[in-house]
């Protein structure tokens, strides 16, 4: 006999799967705070990764009854080196005082932090958990350039070499058991009659006819009349005929860029630039999360706009006065250049302590209103700020009624603010409301 | 033993299937030399990931859904990827053919030790053990777990996930102290488990609306029914109890709560076994495996692998080190099996005076003996010589809290083997070392509330996580509970009650 050897390591992974969503689920709140808190210590496109998150150790105990401390406990050890019986000894000191090990190891357990890692799917769902793209599908709509073909159920016309042959003669079947049911039925009723009748026949044979009575050849009759209609239902209708449907489904582009706008000008410290970050760092893990490639563009403009890498976007200071226009204008340009908004889902994000010169504040409204809002999904300003409202806010909200749902705008005070301000600006609204 | 010589089995560090089986079969037949009563056995490979995903599920190859799997299956993954813990090399299950998991990662040397443990150490335990044999059906066990999960999950789709979840919660809760103890349980069967949930849910529903019939009302007697408590006997099996008597439980509640039970009953001869049945297993995979070295089957570097992870698996560290967690159940179970052995076979004047019935006598039979009949607590205070207590520099302190300081009550001396025996055998009896929750009395007549009564043990209280648990019972027995603690000298005080809110049906969600 040989034992027997299985190997399972190629079977289904993930078998504890739908417990961690369980868990995942059940903590929800817990762990949708922890990531919220984790999020400000991430690079805008550093992603890769789950996230390690600790959640509070008493929310999730698992309560048994267990002894606590106090009363009288005594405990063997081992490894004595320096006692005798009858010794008396301080307390150590610690938390423990005193208590067998096995016991304060169960007091302790269970009250630290339980950290786990998420893996970046489950980490992003929590994270935009709730969250839509504003428009998307309408604005897809708009700007269909390729079209896929895709199956859609099947129909009662078309053309025979997209004739569906199972389902066809499943209806078929279908439809003449159907309508030979009544049929049947009668023509079960008259062949036990006449088999009966025919057992009695032989049995006692009238003595009058040496045939068949005419009652039995009666039922002869009517049995071979039904036959004949049973028959003549037919095999395969028209009406039974089922070809395999294909429709053509706009295929929306599955790229997207966004624009990084951020004024730089000697008003912006460091704080409200770390607060812009974030913002753009949340903007841009939305959008990977609904686009296969999400390119990102970053902007920043005091007077003049420049386009810059990353590591240069939020470093420098820059002093002097801000025109947001010279941002507005280079972006209108790069998306000319490099983003055909055919091939493009263009996104905005704008970031300003809204500081503007003057005059210039209505010039922004009408490059946004004239030539950036047309070829964007949506553009999003928030003002880090808090003091009152300035010039380029009024403007901004003439944008916002004539635009809404296409342009938002937030103020933000505080870093906290952030999430609950992008939540709002990308929540997902209720169908017809919006 | 002869020393007749075997033919090299596979050397090196990489396993194969084919190697396996070789090493198998060599160990087989020296335990059948031995003498082992094993299960036939299943080996599975699997990876590390299937190692946490059976660990979450407390080794059981199927179990139902809960969270808090899910949390244990994160935690380990957690501590195993960043290297705080490795994954224990076996998983055994008792269930007949008995499966052993051999984790991919392992060396051949490892798998070896794997399969000598667990798959004849273990093994034979599990058959041959009283309470193994008595408590659980090792033929049933996995039908029974595939049954729990099916209807579990049908009661999800039926109820909810979030009912079903609500309950098992409080299920879990109560899972140790839902374990008969001294009751032998009716052996589990799949087809039979199936066949009578049924008429058990609609029986037992009416078993307790009967219980709580309030009309006709017996004016003419009521001095007399006051005065009987509910249950007449105090009820030490939580679980079985609510099962029976809950009033507002729905059907599938009760069998939700049977599942859970029956699943920790299962469970409990594995908890009061642990020193005999790790050291067991460890004496054997030792023996084993230095039989076939001695025969010249396996290598040096083998036999150095081999013992380079017996010894730390084996290692005890004194109580001042920082790596003391308690006594090491498989140091303290392999020492003993080893000093039993040692006993049978030379003797000291010290041995034949503590353990005349032993001394001299024929290991092997003294040693069946011992793992078919004992369980941890009993097992230590029959066996465990003055030898081992002095290898093992055993002492006993006493942490009174009434009292200053601590108190060295016995040691590795003449004076003190037999207490220090006698206390090392207690911190294993499970009576003793989690607190003793019986079901004292149901408020027939009144407002229906439970008491539950804490029998306190050397004035140990409880600790906080039993405001937890109470709300869970309250939330199976549907109305209030209450929580006594009765002391040594017989004076009972109430320690909490928990009310329950009247309940209705679960508020359906506002939109």
Known sequence: ?434 | MTLPSMQALPSGSEWTVDAIERYDEAIRSVAQEYGLDCYPHLLEIISSEQMMDAYASVGMPVYYSHWSFGKHFLSTEGRYKRGQMGLAYEIVINSNPCIAYLMEENTLPMQALVIAHAAYGHNSFFKGNHLFKQWTSADAIIDYLVFARSYIAQCEERHGVSAVERTLDACHALINVGVDRYKRTAKLSLSRETERQQARAEYLQSQVNDLWRTLPPQLERPQEKIATRFPAEPEENLLYFIEKNAPLLEPWQREVVRVVRKIGQYFYPQRQTQVMNEGWATFWHYTLLNTLYDRGGVSDGFMLEFLQSHTNVVYQPPYNSRHYSGVNPYALGFAMWRDIRRICEEPTAEDREWFPQIAGSNWRDTFDFAMQNYKDESFIVQYLSPRLMRDFRFFSVLDDDTRKKLRIESIHDESGYRALRHQLSEQYDLGRREPNIQVWNVDLRGDRSLTLRHYSHQRRPLDASCESVLEHVAYLWGFSVRLERQNADGSVELVKEQKHEKRGHPPRHAT
């Open chain 1, 1 to 434: 006999m040989t034992v027997r050897i299985v190997d399972r390591r190629f079977d289904s992974k993930h078998k504890s799967s739908i417990n961690r969503s369980r868990f995942i689920k059940r903590f929800k709140g817990q762990i949708r705070k922890a990531v919220a808190d984790a999020i400000g210590q991430r690079g805008v496109r550093d992603l890769d990764n789950g996230e390690r998150v600790g959640i509070p150790g008493e929310d999730i105990e698992e309560p048994q009854f267990g002894h606590g401390r106090g009363g009288s406990w005594q405990t063997v050890r081992p490894g004595n080196d320096r006692f005798s019986s009858g010794d008396q000894i301080e307390r150590p000191e610690g938390g423990a005082a005193g208590r067998g090990a096995g016991l304060a190891s169960r007091d302790g357990e269970g009250l630290d932090d339980f950290v786990f890692t998420l893996t970046r799917d489950e980490f992003l769902d929590v994270f935009f958990d709730e969250l839509a793209l504003p428009n998307m599908v309408k604005r897809h709509l708009a700007r269909i350039d390729q079209y896929r073909r895709t199956r859609a159920g099947y129909t009662q016309s078309g053309v025979p070499t997209n004739l569906n042959l199972s389902r066809t003669m499943r209806g078929a079947a279908g439809r003449r058991i159907a309508i030979g049911a009544p049929y049947a039925t009668k023509l079960r009723a008259l062949e036990a009659e006449l088999r009966s009748l025919l057992l009695q026949e032989t049995t006692h044979p009238a003595p009058e006819s040496p045939g068949e009575s005419d009652h039995v050849v009666g039922l002869r009759r009517e049995i071979a009349r039904l036959r004949a209609r049973m028959e003549a239902v037919p095999f395969v209708d028209t009406f039974d005929l089922r070809y395999n449907n294909r429709i053509r489904l706009p295929q929306p582009s599955t790229q997207a860029v966004m624009f990084c706008l951020l004024d730089v000008s000697g008003s912006m410290d460091e704080g409200r630039k770390s607060i812009a970050k974030r913002f753009f760092m949340l903007l841009y893990l939305f959008l990977t999360r609904n686009y296969e490639r999400t390119e990102v563009v970053f902007i920043r403009h005091h007077t003049v706009a420049f386009e810059v890498p990353e590591d240069d976007f939020f470093s420098s200071r820059e002093t002097g006065g801000t025109v947001v226009s010279s941002a507005l204008e280079l972006m209108h340009r790069i998306i000319s250049q490099r983003y055909p908004s055919s091939l493009w889902n263009i996104y905005g994000a704008q970031a300003s302590d809204g500081d503007n010169w003057n005059d210039d504040s209505p010039l922004c409204r009408k490059i946004l209103e004239d030539s950036l809002l047309p070829l964007t999904q949506y553009f999003a300003y928030i003002e880090i700020t808090d003091g009152p409202p300035q010039n380029l806010w009024y403007e901004y909200e003439k944008v916002q009624t004539a635009q809404a749902g296409h342009f938002a705008m937030q103020r933000i005070a505080d870093i906290t603010d952030i999430y609950p301000v992008f939540r709002e600006l990308f929540k997902k609204r209720a169908t017809g409301t919006a």
